[in-house]
Nanobody, 119 residues
Framework: QVQLVESGGGLVQPGGSLRLSCAAS????????MGWYRQVPGKQRELVAT???????SYADSVKGRFTISRDNAKNTGFLQMNSLKPEDTAIYYC?????????????WGRGTQVTVSS
């Protein structure tokens, strides 16, 4: 089973940037699809972006044009580049990896990394 560790979160001012990383181990990273999700207290976890093993991407409307999801299979790591950050982007960000045959419901979650956007 794949294991995931998110990193790169922190405190940033509105308009700033952060780059989140999702480091995978224990399996063949290249065959997994990857998604970034975020969650704030009292609200449902929200899908932010996805990338397939072939590199096809999708984004939530709320982050389109500001966030970029990518992957480096040689480093077994996925990324979420977040630019033009807004206070409403504040959340715990989670990485999820899944085989296409299972879908994200059958995937593996990391433990999350906190992103706080505040002046």
């Amino acid at each position: 089973q794949v294991q995931l560790v998110e990193s790169g979160g922190g405190l940033v001012q509105p308009g700033g940037s952060l780059r989140l990383s999702c480091a995978a181990s224990g399996s063949i990273f290249a065959i997994y699809a990857m998604g970034w999700y975020r969650q704030v207290p009292g609200k449902q976890r929200e899908l932010v972006a996805t990338i397939t093993p072939s590199g096809s991407t999708s984004y939530a409307d709320s982050v389109k044009g500001r966030f970029t999801i990518s992957r480096d299979n040689a480093k077994n790591t996925g990324f979420l580049q977040m630019n033009s950050l807004k206070p409403e982007d504040t959340a715990i960000y989670y990485c999820n990896l899944w085989r296409l045959v299972t879908g994200p419901q059958g995937g593996t979650w990391g433990r999350g990394t906190q992103v706080t956007v505040s002046s």
